[in-house]
């Protein structure tokens, strides 16, 4: 069998990819040896798929090149993709500001695109492994499961190594190795934080308990990142979109630095309370403020319920710093089991970012996750696996 373009991956890079070489001409096929398409897509944003970003930029995006992911997210913005799923009469709503999510189902996303790949020609080779990937003169040489396929050129986009359960493997690492490209270090990120013994029991009391704080990573007395956003206490630790950000910043070691009231200067709010509610008690002051569970555990874990006007300053000043300034050492994450996503990946200082060739061998490419690009929770990574599917279609 021979292909203009083989696309390693069925997943959002690989069939965007396909689907816009397919529209230009070329003979394209993409294979996978998962059983459906897409199935991340499927999974995604809980089954409803935050297929973008409106206000995607660059500045989503931790690469150790940040500048590699400008081109592509510049040529093909969150509304090209948005006209797409309109012109499919998909509904979609807007959750947080920016976030586009389908309002009925994920599916619907998988099947715009099988729905496209079929118009451009595309032909789809589910179930199918990949053996062996070998340059042939201009071209490639493939052994597969279904037996050798020849082609002009290799995509591949075979995703990160989150969900192994979902078909992610290091394939696409392993092709880039072996060709000569470097592979920056690989870790789980937008995932949950699991906790020591101590306090993954205290977490656990408080399993579905929600409330917006501000986290940041400390380390070594710096501070790294900064998010707003809720945090969700679990049976195992933290997690919410607050931890799943931060994750992004936090190595093993690191402590984050947790703000119980973000946007309120704790001490001066506790000072003007003794003055204007003497006799109330820290418990109900907190109980205003954040959810009750959570505020009566603070009041246990730190052995402190006293009445307002019986505290000094000090003793202010240490709630001030619990509330403001809650630091924890994660004892992990919940790695790759849970991660959305994949730090780290194929360095792409050897890829073009105007056609994501191989610099040197131009018929093998990569695209979408596999790279050392990688976004905020919030749909920046579909716009990434859009975007770059996109360019790398145009360019084949
Ligand atoms: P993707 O992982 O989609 O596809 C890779 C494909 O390659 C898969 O089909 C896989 O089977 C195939 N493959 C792998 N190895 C292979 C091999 N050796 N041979 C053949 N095929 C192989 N992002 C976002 O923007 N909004 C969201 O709502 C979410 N939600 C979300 C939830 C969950 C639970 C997860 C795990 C992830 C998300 N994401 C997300 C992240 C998003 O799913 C991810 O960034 C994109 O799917 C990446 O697209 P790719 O096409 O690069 O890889």
Partial sequence: MTYDVVVIGAGAAGLMCALTAGYAGRRVLVVDHANRAGRKILMSGGGRCNFTHLASTPANFFSDNPHFCISALKRYRPEHFLELVERHGVDYVEKTPGQLFCADSAKQIVGLLLTECEWAGVEIALKTSVERVERQGEGMRLATSRGRIEAGAVVVATGGLSIPSMGATGFGYAIARQFGLAV??????LVPFTLTSGWKARAADLAGVSCEVGVR???DGAALGHY??????????LSGPAMLQISSYWQPGDELVIDLLPGVDAFEALCA???????????????ERLPKRLAQALVEWHGDDAILAECGNARLQAWAERLGAWRLKPAGTEGWRTAEVTLGGVDTRAVSSKTFAVEGL??????????????ELGGHNFQWAWASGVACGRAL
Avoid: N, Y
Avoid at 184 to 189: G, K
Avoid at 228 to 237: I, V
């Fill in 184 to 189: 920056t270090p690989t870790r789980p990120a």
């Fill in 217 to 219: 990573v400390g380390r």
């Fill in 228 to 237: 707003r956003e809720p945090m969700l206490f679990t049976h195992r630790g």
């Fill in 273 to 287: 309370a003794r003055r204007e509610t003497p006799k109330r008690r820290v418990s109900a002051w907190l109980a």
């Fill in 362 to 375: 131009p018929q093998l490419r990569f695209i979408g996750e596999v790279l050392d690009v990688t976004g």
